[in-house]
């Protein structure tokens, strides 16, 4: 199936998946966006994503932590991945009864050392001297299960799994 074209200059839609916002459920399909490496484009994308059937069927802590999780790993792709480029993310998502399937590629920059970042906060001083960045993630491995980066290709790929209130079922 085509792409069809998704907020903030995406295209939506994809091999057997569901544009967001379409009105299959989670049996239809993954849910499947691409989008320009750009943080308003993420932000529109992001809206777009949590608008579709798939995400609005989740429990509200489960739709606020996929949020996070999401936001995070995209907005880092755009920060550091792409820093001082452009490109294109691609984010397909899959709601399994084990929990909510995220898959991320990206074409930018490897990550430092071939490997996400540890998770470990950044040191905390006194209220005046908080560091500006750092926490990401730290939410992301805390937040998610089955963290998986590898890079073939030129080709960066995250997936993880976020439980959700369908979880075990």
């Known amino acids: 199936m085509p792409s069809e074209p998704a907020a903030g200059g995406g295209r939506a839609g994809g ?7 379409g009105t299959g459920g989670a049996q239809e399909g993954p849910t499947r966006i691409v989008i320009p490496s750009d943080p308003l484009a993420v932000r529109a994308a992001l809206r777009t994503l949590f608008d579709t059937l798939l995400l609005r069927t989740m429990p509200e802590d489960d ?38 399937d995220c898959r991320i590629v990206d074409f930018g920059h490897p990550m430092p050392g071939g490997h996400p970042p540890d998770g470990s906060l950044p040191p905390i001083g006194p209220e005046d001297t908080l560091p500006e960045g750092g926490f990401g993630w730290h939410l992301i491995r805390s ?7 590898d890079r073939v290709d030129g080709c960066n790929r995250l997936s993880f799994r976020l439980d959700t209130g369908r979880s075990g079922a």
Do not use: C, F, K
């Not at 091999?15 to 916002?21: F, L």
């Not at 606020?64 to 294109?88: D, K, P």
């Not at 937040?143 to 980066?149: A, E, G, I, P, T």
């Open 63 to 100: 739709r606020s932590t996929a949020q996070i999780v999401l936001a995070e790993a995209l907005n880092n792709i755009v920060e550091h991945a792409y820093a001082n480029s452009h490109g294109e993310i691609e984010v397909t998502l899959s709601l399994q009864p084990t929990g909510l």
């Open 15 to 21: 091999r057997g998946g569901m544009a967001p916002g």
């Open 143 to 149: 937040l998610s299960r089955d963290l998986n980066y």
